[in-house]
C-alpha cells in the first residue's frame, strides 16, 4: 500500500472513533494521568496522527493541541513496532532539532511512546509520556506503557462498540414498530377481505342459483343465460383480483400501487358487486374525477361506504345514495351520503375504531371505516363522517393530487 494508502486508511479508522472534535473523554483523561503516575513522570497524552495533523485528544500535565504532523515527534517512530524509550531527546539525532525538543513548542527531553494499534492492525497513534528532565524507565514501566496503549484502544473501541449496538437497538426498535404495524395491517385486511368479497360473492352465488334453475328449465332463452354467465364471471374475476392485491398489499406492509384511478368507472363497478345490497335502492351518481392511487384500495373504500350506506336506512324507507365529488384546492373530495337515521355527533370518530359498531342489530364486522381510514391515510388524505343536509350522513375522503 502507498504511503497516501496508509494515510487514507489511518484517517478513516480515526474518524470511525469521533474523538478529534469532541471534547476530551473523561476515561482517556483518566488513563493518560495513569501512564504519567506509572512513568513517574509530569506530562503524559494519547496523539492521533492523520495525514497533516497531530491531534492531542487527551492530556496530563499541560494543554491539549493541534499541531501540524511534520513537527510530531511520535510521527517520527509511528511505524516502530514496538516502545521508543529516549532518556535525552536534545542527544538523539531523529528528535534534536524537533521544535517539542528545541524550545520552540516546548523543550522535551525524556520521551517515551508506544503505537495504538486498531484490530485491524492500524496504527492511528500513540501513548506518550514524556519530561523535561532527562532520564530513563525501567523494564516493568516499560511493560505498563505497552499495556496502557493497548487499553486506550480498548477504550476507543469500547464506545465506537456501544454507539453501534446503540444504532442497531434504535433501528430494531425502528424494526418492531414497522413490524407490528405491519401485522396490524395484516389483521385489518385479513377481516376486511372477508368483509369486502361477502356482497360480490352473494352476487355470484345468486347468478349461479339463478343459471341452475334455467339448466334444470331447460330454458330456451340463451341470451338470459349468457348474460347471467357473464354477471357470474366477472364478479368472480374482480372478487379474485380484489384478494390478490389486499393480501400483497398487506404482506408488503401497506405499499401502494398508485396509478391513475378513474372513480367513476370504478363506482360502476361497486354498483355492480353490491347489486343485491342495492336492490331497490335509488343512487344518484355524480361527477367523479380520475385520481392517482391504488385503485383496488380506492375501491375498496367506495365499496365500504357505498355498503354502509345501503344498510342505514330508516325504516320502512329504501335506501337513496348520492355519490359525488367536489373540488377543495389541491385536492379532490369524494362524498357518499345516505337518507338514514344519521350516526350522533360523539360517535363518528369511535366508529373508525377497530370493531367498533353504530347498530348491533345491523349486520356488520365493525372493520370497515377502520380500514377504510388505512387506505385513506396511506394516500396521504382524510375521512370523516357529518350530518347530510337531509339528516342522514355523508361520508367523505380527501385524496390530494
Given at each position: 500500500?502507498?504511503?497516501?494508502?496508509?494515510?487514507?486508511?489511518?484517517?478513516?479508522?480515526?474518524?470511525?472513533?469521533?474523538?478529534?472534535?469532541?471534547?476530551?473523554?473523561?476515561?482517556?483523561?483518566?488513563?493518560?494521568?495513569?501512564?504519567?503516575?506509572?512513568?513517574?513522570?509530569?506530562?503524559?497524552?494519547?496523539?492521533?496522527?492523520?495525514?497533516?495533523?497531530?491531534?492531542?485528544?487527551?492530556?496530563?500535565?499541560?494543554?491539549?493541541?493541534?499541531?501540524?504532523?511534520?513537527?510530531s515527534m511520535c510521527d517520527v517512530v509511528l511505524d516502530a513496532g514496538a516502545p521508543v524509550i529516549v532518556p535525552d531527546a536534545s542527544q538523539d539525532a531523529r528528535f534534536r532539532d524537533n521544535p517539542?525538543?528545541?524550545?520552540?513548542?516546548?523543550?522535551?527531553?525524556?520521551?517515551?511512546?508506544?503505537?495504538?494499534?486498531?484490530?485491524?492492525?492500524?496504527?492511528?497513534?500513540?501513548?506518550?509520556?514524556?519530561?523535561?528532565?532527562?532520564?530513563?524507565?525501567?523494564?516493568?514501566?516499560?511493560?505498563?506503557?505497552?499495556?496502557?496503549?493497548?487499553?486506550?484502544?480498548?477504550?476507543?473501541?469500547?464506545?465506537?462498540?456501544?454507539?453501534?449496538?446503540?444504532?442497531?437497538?434504535?433501528?430494531?426498535?425502528?424494526?418492531?414498530?414497522?413490524?407490528?404495524?405491519?401485522?396490524?395491517?395484516?389483521?385489518?385486511?385479513?377481516?376486511?377481505?372477508?368483509?369486502?368479497?361477502?356482497?360480490?360473492?352473494?352476487?355470484?352465488?345468486?347468478?349461479?342459483?339463478?343459471?341452475?334453475?334455467e339448466v334444470e328449465a331447460a330454458a330456451d332463452d340463451q341470451l338470459e343465460m349468457t348474460f347471467l354467465l357473464h354477471r357470474a364471471i366477472g364478479g368472480a374475476d374482480r372478487m379474485q383480483s380484489?384478494?390478490?392485491?389486499?393480501?400483497?398489499?398487506?404482506?408488503?406492509?401497506?405499499?401502494?400501487?398508485?396509478?391513475?384511478?378513474?372513480?367513476?368507472?370504478?363506482?360502476?363497478?361497486?354498483?355492480?358487486?353490491?347489486?343485491?345490497?342495492?336492490?331497490?335502492?335509488?343512487?344518484?351518481?355524480?361527477?367523479?374525477?380520475?385520481?392517482?392511487?391504488?385503485?383496488?384500495?380506492?375501491?375498496?373504500?367506495?365499496?365500504?361506504?357505498?355498503?354502509?350506506?345501503?344498510k342505514f336506512v330508516r325504516p320502512g324507507q329504501p335506501a337513496r345514495i348520492e355519490v359525488d365529488s367536489v373540488r377543495l384546492g389541491d385536492r379532490w373530495r369524494i362524498e357518499v351520503t345516505d337518507?338514514?337515521?344519521?350516526?350522533?355527533?360523539?360517535?363518528?370518530?369511535?366508529?373508525?375504531?377497530?370493531?367498533?359498531?353504530?347498530?348491533?342489530?345491523?349486520?356488520?364486522?365493525?372493520?370497515?371505516?377502520?380500514?377504510?381510514?388505512?387506505?385513506?391515510?396511506?394516500?396521504?388524505?382524510?375521512?370523516?363522517?357529518?350530518?347530510?343536509?337531509?339528516?342522514?350522513?355523508?361520508?367523505?375522503?380527501?385524496?390530494?393530487?
Amino acid at each position: 500500500m502507498t504511503a497516501g494508502g496508509v494515510d487514507a486508511h489511518r484517517v478513516a479508522e480515526i474518524g470511525k472513533y469521533r474523538v478529534l472534535l469532541d471534547p476530551p473523554r473523561a476515561d482517556l483523561m483518566a488513563l493518560v494521568e495513569v501512564a504519567a503516575l506509572v512513568a513517574q513522570v509530569p506530562m503524559a497524552t494519547i496523539n492521533l496522527i492523520t495525514d497533516t495533523e497531530q491531534h492531542q485528544i487527551a492530556t496530563h500535565g499541560f494543554d491539549a493541541s493541534v499541531c501540524r504532523r511534520a513537527d510530531s515527534m511520535c510521527d517520527v517512530v509511528l511505524d516502530a513496532g514496538a516502545p521508543v524509550i529516549v532518556p535525552d531527546a536534545s542527544q538523539d539525532a531523529r528528535f534534536r532539532d524537533n521544535p517539542f525538543v528545541t524550545g520552540v513548542i516546548g523543550s522535551v527531553r525524556f520521551y517515551a511512546t508506544h503505537q495504538l494499534v486498531t484490530p485491524e492492525g492500524v496504527v492511528i497513534g500513540t501513548l506518550c509520556v514524556f519530561d523535561e528532565q532527562a532520564r530513563t524507565i525501567t523494564d516493568d514501566q516499560e511493560k505498563a506503557l505497552v499495556s496502557l496503549a493497548e487499553r486506550v484502544v480498548d477504550l476507543l473501541e469500547l464506545e465506537l462498540r456501544t454507539r453501534e449496538l446503540s444504532s442497531s437497538v434504535v433501528e430494531l426498535e425502528d424494526a418492531r414498530a414497522e413490524l407490528e404495524r405491519s401485522n396490524e395491517q395484516l389483521a385489518a385486511f385479513a377481516g376486511q377481505v372477508s368483509h369486502d368479497l361477502r356482497n360480490p360473492l352473494t352476487a355470484v352465488t345468486l347468478s349461479l342459483k339463478m343459471i341452475e334453475e334455467e339448466v334444470e328449465a331447460a330454458a330456451d332463452d340463451q341470451l338470459e343465460m349468457t348474460f347471467l354467465l357473464h354477471r357470474a364471471i366477472g364478479g368472480a374475476d374482480r372478487m379474485q383480483s380484489l384478494i390478490n392485491d389486499l393480501l400483497a398489499f398487506a404482506r408488503v406492509g401497506g405499499e401502494l400501487q398508485r396509478g391513475r384511478v378513474d372513480l367513476a368507472a370504478v363506482f360502476a363497478e361497486v354498483q355492480e358487486d353490491l347489486a343485491t345490497a342495492l336492490a331497490g335502492a335509488t343512487v344518484i351518481v355524480g361527477e367523479l374525477p380520475t385520481v392517482i392511487g391504488d385503485g383496488v384500495q380506492l375501491r375498496a373504500v367506495l365499496q365500504n361506504l357505498t355498503a354502509n350506506a345501503a344498510k342505514f336506512v330508516r325504516p320502512g324507507q329504501p335506501a337513496r345514495i348520492e355519490v359525488d365529488s367536489v373540488r377543495l384546492g389541491d385536492r379532490w373530495r369524494i362524498e357518499v351520503t345516505d337518507h338514514g337515521p344519521g350516526i350522533p355527533a360523539d360517535h363518528r370518530e369511535r366508529v373508525f375504531q377497530p370493531l367498533a359498531r353504530v347498530n348491533d342489530d345491523i349486520e356488520g364486522s365493525g372493520i370497515g371505516l377502520t380500514t377504510c381510514r388505512r387506505i385513506v391515510e396511506a394516500h396521504g388524505g382524510r375521512i370523516g363522517l357529518t350530518d347530510a343536509p337531509h339528516g342522514g350522513t355523508c361520508a367523505w375522503f380527501e385524496l390530494p393530487d
